[in-house]
T-cell receptor
Framework: DAKTTQPPSMDCAEGRAANLPCNHSTISGNEYVYWYRQIHSQGPQYIIHGLKNNETNEMASLIITEDRKSSTLILPHATLRDTAVYYCIVRAYTTSGTYKYIFGTGTRLKVLA | EPEVTQTPSHQVTQMGQEVILRCVPISNHLYFYWYRQILGQKVEFLVS????????KSEIFDDQFSVERPDGSNFTLKIRSTKLEDSAMYFC????????????????FGSGTQLSVL
């Protein structure tokens, strides 16, 4: 299984962009990168995902390097409500024909007023 | 937006007792998962389930654990003889899934069941 490495914590000023890095150097060619976040102990919430092209949605942007060994989640204008643990996940396709989503240790983002 | 529903939100049990955690996945989803999160730790994969059988399971998912889809809507996790170290938040998740090439495939999580084993 591809593993992900993230910094354990980051701070960001409210209104500024939050850039959360993730290393996934063992990712395979057909494995997607997903980002989820978890606020307190709630269920993880989907943010965005991508394969090799940069992606943007209403919540965030995802920048994937050309070699696909790392990615960055960008929250363009962080608010206090974005304070959460952010997980970078590689979705692996298994021999049983299903997907497996393996969470890393995550980055605890604290948005400061 | 459709939701994954888990019951109960909190479950307290005595060591050695059996517990069943219940989940109602999103209605047209085909793939079902259980994850757990011990306090302060990361979210850990337990098991995935598709077409009425286990697809993948982790080392954590030993003989004390079992999953079942008893009808068309529920998905359950049973722990036969709970141990203190089973205390954790248990998350159910589901995805639409249609095999290879599902570009927009994503997991939807429930709000979890906090299991406390005393």
């Amino acid at each position: 299984d591809a593993k992900t490495t993230q910094p354990p914590s980051m701070d960001c000023a409210e209104g500024r962009a939050a850039n959360l890095p993730c290393n996934h150097s063992t990712i395979s060619g057909n494995e997607y990168v997903y980002w989820y976040r978890q606020i307190h102990s709630q269920g993880p919430q989907y943010i965005i995902h991508g394969l090799k092209n940069n992606e943007t949605n209403e919540m965030a942007s995802l920048i994937i390097t050309e070699d696909r060994k790392s990615s960055t989640l960008i929250l363009p204008h962080a608010t206090l409500r974005d304070t959460a643990v952010y997980y970078c996940i590689v979705r692996a396709y298994t021999t049983s024909g299903t997907y497996k989503y393996i969470f890393g240790t995550g980055t605890r983002l604290k948005v400061l007023a | 937006e459709p939701e994954v529903t888990q019951t109960p939100s909190h479950q307290v049990t005595q060591m050695g007792q059996e517990v069943i955690l219940r989940c109602v996945p999103i209605s047209n989803h085909l793939y079902f998962y259980w994850y757990r999160q011990i306090l302060g730790q990361k979210v850990e994969f337990l098991v995935s389930f598709y077409n009425n059988e286990i697809s993948e399971k982790s080392e954590i998912f030993d003989d004390q654990f079992s999953v079942e889809r008893p009808d068309g809507s529920n998905f359950t996790l049973k722990i036969r003889s709970t141990k203190l170290e089973d205390s954790a938040m248990y998350f159910c998740a589901s995805s639409l899934g249609s095999g290879q090439g599902t570009v927009n495939e994503k997991l939807f999580f429930g709000s979890g069941t906090q299991l406390s084993v005393l």
